[in-house]
Structure formats: structure tokens, C-alpha cells
DNA sequence: TTTTATATTTAGGCAAGACTAAAAAAATAT
DNA sequence: ATATTTTTTTAGTCTTGCCTAAATATAAAA
């Protein structure tokens, strides 16, 4: 139905909006997929006349129905795969996004029936992002960030905003994964840093980490 | 690593080298592939530079070793899909080759190392075709085709020679899957039409379906 | 052996999806 | 309000993988 390259820009987008109210920019687009705005222009305006996304010259897209359909079962598929892969194949959570970005293009409707059954119908991914249903619906939960909670609160780890293998990889050297209870000591001020508790170990962490972790108020 | 439209010529020239012995004809190719000649003979040229393969002008290719590996390894992770649907998502053996065409593409070492593990690393796909190591090696059995089986003998049916969804589908009306026992109760010389018993039942079948299908005599 | 038919290759082109360089529009600064 | 910077688009190219039409080599027939 759609190539490669086309849903890979429609998620892209998807995302984009996700992140910043408004119309998304080419320059937007071009730098999250690292690619050239040229680039960017050439596809947005095919995918404009395919009327997956509405398009005026200068003033960035946004995209339709249809497009918001066809982006959100990428990425259903995307999550789908990853939890296979973590769940069934015992890959760690830190080694699966790469792998995913090449199943999310596997064409079959059937194929996403039965896989998602398999797999339980889960609702989150490894990462704790949500599986969009068939419909492309998302799940709304509320989780805030880590660097949002307030000193002598609780809270437990529902998700990464970041998953980069090393960011992945520094929250399992520091024994949090997804359902870790964490327990804010303390709070700087200046610099955001906290002082935390994660089972019996109290450490620091920078704001940067706190600014990349989903938790749930207990 | 490679292309799709490289592994695909790659797996098909493998094929085509079982078939028949030789080199692979231009023609030969483009007709499995569904192609035309001149397109055939631009990608065989470019396989041939990249040492995938050995090419005399007119004289048809051959595969390198390091063809038959790459090819190898495509039918491996195509044959290690099949096996997933079936078994782990129960698609019907009918409805997996296509599936299994856009899968077998994915790139991911640990991932095919994983999923053989996962299924208990099959020596067959759902169509009783072998499944080759991760060397590329095939394991060899002494399977013949129903049509040579004399009148009076029995095989266990051990794969299909088409695995197309009609034959399939014909097989699975006639209670014929592998494992299934075949006795051979007639045969016409004239048109190599058989009459055979499969479980309490006994019917007719011509010789197109007595050559398409593998049995192992006991 | 010469002619005819078939198989294969070459030449030239097209679409997708990328790029660079240059032009044009929009946003910012003076 | 004008000048400068930034963003976006256009123009022109490139590679991959396909195509058609024409040329050429090989195989088959006369
Ligand atoms: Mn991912
Ligand atoms: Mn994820
Ligand atoms: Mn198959
Ligand atoms: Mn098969």
C-alpha cells in the first residue's frame, strides 16, 4: 500500500506533532530523520497528493485522517514486534528499536491479528510507550516525569521518553526498569539534579535523567 | 548488507542451481523472477562485480560460495518464518509463503539466532523443506517423489514439490499433510494416475499431484 | 553451410528517493 | 523600513532497479 520510505516519513511526522502543537516543519522533519530539507519538500508534497497529509508551501504539514491512521499502525506494529522480541525472543529492551524499524514495515493485516493475540494484546512496549489498538487509539495514561515530582514523593517507573541503548543501558546499571519504585530524597534547585532511592541504594542523578523517565504518582 | 532485489536474484539462482545442473540461463532467471532479460542481465552483472557470483557473457552465472551463503541464508531465515507462523501464530501452512517473503529480508543476526532457538531449531519448514544451518549447509534426506512410489508400497508424505496456496489447499481436502501415510493401492501406466489410501479413505489422484509431493517410503 | 529463430546483451529512459547549489519566501535584527 | 539571517523551495543530478526497443551472439533448421 505505502512504501518504505512513506510511512517512514508519516511516523516521523506523527511524532513530531506529538511533541509540539501545530504544523510540523520541514526543517523539523528533515532534522529527526537525518535527511535533507530538499529532501523533506520532494516527499511531503507526494504525500500531500496522496492526501495523507495537508500541505501549504512555507507553512509546514499536518496530517489527515488517513495519514494519522497509517502512522499510528506503524508504530502499533513497531511495538508490537518489540514486545515480541523482549517477551518471547529475551532480547534486553536496549537491543530491539533497530530490529523493530524493519518489522514495522511487514505488510499483513493478518499477520498484526495473530501476533498481537500471541502476544497477549499488550498495551505498552518495553519501553512503556503505548500500543495504538487497530483503530490507531491511544491509550492515555497519566504519567509525569520523573523530574516533575516533588522531594519525599513516590513514584513507579512506567516509561522512557528517551531509548537510546545507552540511556537504556545506564538505567540498568541503576537497577531501574519498568515498575522500579523510586523515591525522591532530595532536589536541587539550581541544577535539577536529584538524590533518589531504588530498592535499598540511594544515588544522584542529573536532571537529564530525571527529565527522561515516565513515572506514575503512588 | 545486500539489497532486497540482491537477495531475491541470489535465492533465486540458488534454486535455480537445484533444479538443474549447469549454469543459470538469463531466461531462466527472469521468468522465476517474474522479470524481464535485460533486467536480469544488468543485476547479474552487478552480482558478478561484487564476487556473489561468476558470469561468462551468454554463458549464464554460477554462484560463488559466498553467493551460495548469502543465498543460503535468506532461504534459512524465509524457512525459520514459516515455521513461527505456523506453529507459534497457527497460520495455516497455505498462508505463510508470502509473509515469509517480506520477512526473510530483515537484517539481524541474533535475531534469526534467537528465533531458531525459540522453535527449537527446526530441521523443516511447514512444506517439509529443509531448513539450512547457519552455515548454509542443507541436511540431505532420501525423500521421492509419490509418482515414483510402485503399486503396493507406502511413504510417509515428508513435503510438497509446489507449495502454491491451490495445491496446498487441495492437499488439506484430501487429509494429506506431512506425517500423513500414503499406501499406493493402483497405478495407471498410461497417464500416471494412481489410486492411493490416506487413512480409511481411498480416491483417485493424477499424476500432477503424485509428482508434486514427497513421501519417504517405510 | 547458409538461413532462421531464439537467447542475450546494449542503449536509452523512467520513477523513487536521495543529494547539492541556488533562488525565493519568511522571520529577525538594525 | 530596510537589511540580514534563516527556512523552505526549486532546479538539476545521481543511484537503484526496472522497462522497451534495437543490436548481436548463439542455436536450430533448411
Ligand atoms: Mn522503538
Ligand atoms: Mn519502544
Ligand atoms: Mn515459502
Ligand atoms: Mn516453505
Known amino acids: 500500500m505505502f512504501t518504505l520510505a512513506e510511512e ?3 511516523k516521523a511526522i506523527f511524532h513530531l506533532e506529538h511533541d509540539s502543537a501545530g504544523e510540523v516543519s520541514t526543517n523539523a522533519i528533515a532534522e529527526s530523520m537525518d535527511t535533507r530539507p530538499s529532501s523533506v519538500t ?6 500531500a497528493e496522496k492526501k495523507l497529509l495537508t500541505y501549504k508551501r512555507y507553512k509546514g504539514v499536518k496530517l489527515t485522517k ?3 491512521k497509517v502512522a499510528a499502525n506503524v508504530i502499533r506494529k513497531h511495538r508490537l514486534w518489540e514486545v515480541f522480541l523482549v517477551e518471547k525472543l529475551n532480547f534486553h529492551w536496549d537491543e530491539v528499536h533497530e530490529i523493530a524499524e524493519q518489522l514495522e514495515h511487514i505488510q499483513s493485516e493478518e499477520l498484526i491479528t ?3 493475540k500471541f502476544l497477549g494484546s499488550p ?3 518495553p519501553h512503556g510507550d503505548p500500543i495504538p489498538d487497530k483503530h490507531g487509539v491511544l491509550k492515555r495514561t497519566e504519567k509525569r516525569l520523573l523530574s516533575e515530582i516533588e522531594k ?3 513514584g513507579v517507573c512506567v516509561g522512557v521518553k528517551e531509548s537510546s541503548a545507552e540511556f537504556l543501558q545506564y ?3 541503576k537497577k531501574i526498569s519498568i515498575g522500579t519504585k523510586i523515591s525522591v530524597l532530595g532536589k536541587e534547585f539550581f541544577d535539577g539534579s536529584m538524590i533518589i532511592q531504588v530498592g535499598a541504594d540511594q544515588f544522584f542523578i542529573s536532571k537529564m535523567v ?3 523517565l515516565f513515572v506514575q504518582t503512588l
Chains 1, 2 share one sequence.
Open 8 to 10: 517512514n516519513y508519516l
Open 42 to 47: 520532494d516527499m511531503i508534497q507526494k504525500l
Open 66 to 68: 488517513e495519514g494519522i
Open 114 to 116: 495473530r501476533l498481537d
Open 123 to 125: 498495551d505498552f512496549d
Open 152 to 154: 519525599n514523593q513516590q
Open 171 to 173: 538505567l540498568d546499571k
Open 210 to 212: 530525571a527529565e527522561n
